[in-house]
């Protein structure tokens, strides 16, 4: 296995089903789990989508501008696959020539404001998804132990193969898949 399967399986594993697609540009409202002592509660917080950043892995972030009372511009950034973010709606969208729209920050009241704002409306919600997956059967995933040994051996297949080409051998089939060669060592293990 490569670094991009563990990430596609800890992304299958613990990514949203249902990741919000939202983009610069968009005014949103995201609600978030707020948990204060024993008490859980949502806060909605709705602003304009600056920046979006990291794509969609487990890594990818969108932050929320908005200004408060008195003025005060207040942002905040949320991972896109938060366990703590319960949902976005998107209430509109404007056309942006920009990835980051960060020349925000310094305008007020009408040169706030976009040429091209349409309402387009859209709800990404956790909690339907989750309910349709219970319904599913779903098959026991790897342990993350067996993953990372996994991953251990095809690294060093690779560092043997790369050894005997510096000392001047001739690229084996090893080379062109390790991950087949590992697959191959495991077999003849269960054969035995």
Do not use: C
């Amino acid at each position: 296995m490569l670094k991009t399967d563990v990430a596609n399986l800890l992304l299958a594993k613990y990514g949203k089903k249902n990741a919000p697609a939202v983009k610069p540009g968009d005014t949103v409202r995201v609600h978030q789990k707020i948990r204060e002592g024993e008490k859980e509660r949502v806060q909605i917080f709705e602003g304009l989508v600056i920046a979006v950043k990291h794509g969609v892995g487990l890594d990818g972030t969108f932050t929320v501008r908005k200004i408060a009372v008195g003025g005060i511009g207040v942002e905040r950034t949320y991972p896109l696959h938060s366990p703590n973010i319960v949902k976005v709606e998107r209430v509109k969208t404007a056309e942006v020539s920009r990835a980051k729209l960060y020349y925000m920050r310094d305008r007020k009241g009408k040169t706030a404001r976009f040429k091209q704002e349409v309402q387009n409306p859209m709800t990404w919600d956790e909690s339907a998804v989750v309910a349709e997956a219970a319904d599913m059967p779903v098959a026991e995933p790897d342990t993350m132990q067996d993953i990372l040994e996994e991953v251990v051996e095809v690294t060093t297949v690779q560092e043997e193969v790369l050894a005997d080409v510096a000392e001047g051998e001739t690229m084996p089939e090893a080379a062109v898949n390790p991950e087949q060669v590992v697959a191959e060592e495991k077999s003849e293990e269960a054969t035995e």
